[in-house]
Each structure stands twice: as structure tokens, then as C-alpha cells.
């Protein structure tokens, strides 16, 4: 399960993510991500958080995280990963490793929602939800 919200203002796209968060979900998410980007008119100043702050566990198996992992980041611009220390720490550690095996530049890993507002300068933030069609 996951929402996707934007602060134009601050050119912030966040995806937040919970409960179980398993192969179809990372699927759907970079296909809304992508879907989001393609209607801006410029996505180049684009930056992401990706709160995965209310997972409760990562059903991804390895091959496909990998998959992933090697794959260009979506957003180009600077991406966030909240994970607090659990299951979703090691993923946003191992993700991060993967981009950086492949080229690519990391996630930056906080541990609250909080640390990444202030990583892009969200003092009031004005999140919108996006429309998933």
C-alpha cells in the first residue's frame, strides 16, 4: 500500500509507503512515480521521499530487489529514503548499495520523515495528493 503526494512549491514528490510492502508494490509504485513525471512539464528539479516509515516488513525477494536496484533512478533529482531502524533500514541500506553498483547515484537514508523535510528544506510543507490513474 502506498500514497504519492506532491508540494509544488518545493518540488517535492513523496511516496509513502505500509504494511507489507512486497514485489507488486514496488512494481506499482515506480509506475505511478512514472506516470506522475510524465504529466510535468519539467521533471528535472523533481526531488523524492520515499517514507517508508509504516512498513511493517519487506516481502521482496533478492533477485528482484537487485533487478531494481540496478535500474536508473526514476527521479533524477534528489531522492530520499525514510527508514527507521528495522526491516526497512537494511532495505534502503541494500537499495543504496545496488544504485551505487550500478552507477547511479543513492537515496539519501534518514531515520524520521522529519530529517527529510529538513534535507530539502520543507519548513511548511504543502503536500497535495496525486491522482493515480
Same mark, same amino acid.
Do not use: C, W
Given at each position: ?5 506532491? #508540494? =509544488? ?15 507488486? #508494490? ?8 512514472? =506516470? ?5 512539464? #519539467? ?24 533487478? =531494481? ?7 533524477? &533529482?534528489? =531522492? ?5 531502524? &528495522?526491516?526497512?533500514?537494511?532495505? &534502503? ?9 550500478? &552507477? ?30
Amino acid at each position: 500500500m502506498f500514497t504519492l503526494s506532491f #508540494d =509544488r512549491g518545493h518540488r517535492v514528490l513523496m511516496a509513502r509507503v505500509g504494511g507489507i510492502f512486497a514485489s507488486n #508494490d514496488m512494481s506499482h509504485l515506480d509506475d505511478a512515480v512514472i =506516470r506522475f513525471l510524465s504529466r510535468q512539464h #519539467d521533471d528535472s528539479g523533481v526531488r523524492g521521499i520515499y517514507d517508508f516509515t509504516d512498513v511493517q516488513a519487506i516481502a521482496v525477494p533478492a533477485s528482484k530487489f537487485v533487478e =531494481r536496484g540496478l535500474r536508473p533512478p526514476i527521479v533524477r &533529482g534528489l =531522492r530520499i529514503l525514510v527508514a527507521p531502524a &528495522g526491516a526497512s533500514e537494511g532495505f &534502503g541500506r541494500s537499495f543504496g548499495n545496488q544504485q551505487r553498483t550500478a &552507477g547511479n547515484s543513492e537515496p539519501m537514508l534518514v531515520a524520521t520523515l522529519s530529517e527529510a523535510y529538513a534535507v530539502v528544506g520543507l519548513e511548511s510543507p504543502n503536500f497535495e495528493p496525486v491522482e493515480q490513474l
